[in-house]
C-alpha cells in the first residue's frame, strides 16, 4: 500500500467516527512508520483532491464528498476544534 492510500483510509476511518479535523502532530503520532516527507507528500495529493485542506500551520480538515465543491467546511463544523487546538478562548 502506498504512503497516499494509507493515509486516504485514515483519514476516511476518522470520517466515519466523526472527526473532521486533525493535526499534522496527530497525524505524525498516528502513523509514526511513515517518513515525514511521505505523510508531506500524501498531503499534499489529497489536497490537489480537495479531500483535505489546511486552514492553519499544521491543522488541517477532512473535507467530505458533500462539501468538495466549495473546498472547506461550514465554520461552525470546525471552528471550535480549531480553537481547542490553539488553546484560545472564542
Known amino acids: 500500500m502506498n504512503p497516499s492510500q494509507y493515509l486516504s483510509d485514515w483519514i476516511d ?4 467516527v466523526g472527526r473532521n479535523q486533525f ?9 509514526a512508520d511513515k517518513t515525514e516527507t511521505a ?5 499534499d495529493r489529497l489536497s490537489a ?3 483535505v485542506v489546511s486552514i492553519f500551520n499544521g491543522y488541517y480538515l477532512v ?3 458533500a462539501y468538495r ?3 472547506v467546511l461550514p465554520p461552525a463544523l470546525f471552528i471550535d476544534g480549531l480553537m ?3 488553546q484560545r478562548p472564542y
Open 23 to 31: 493535526s499534522l502532530d496527530e497525524l505524525r503520532t498516528q502513523l
Open 39 to 43: 505523510l508531506r507528500r500524501s498531503l
Open 84 to 86: 481547542n487546538h490553539l
Open 63 to 65: 473535507v467530505p464528498p
Open 49 to 51: 483532491q480537495k479531500r
Open 69 to 71: 465543491n466549495k473546498g
Open 13 to 16: 476511518n476518522r470520517l466515519t
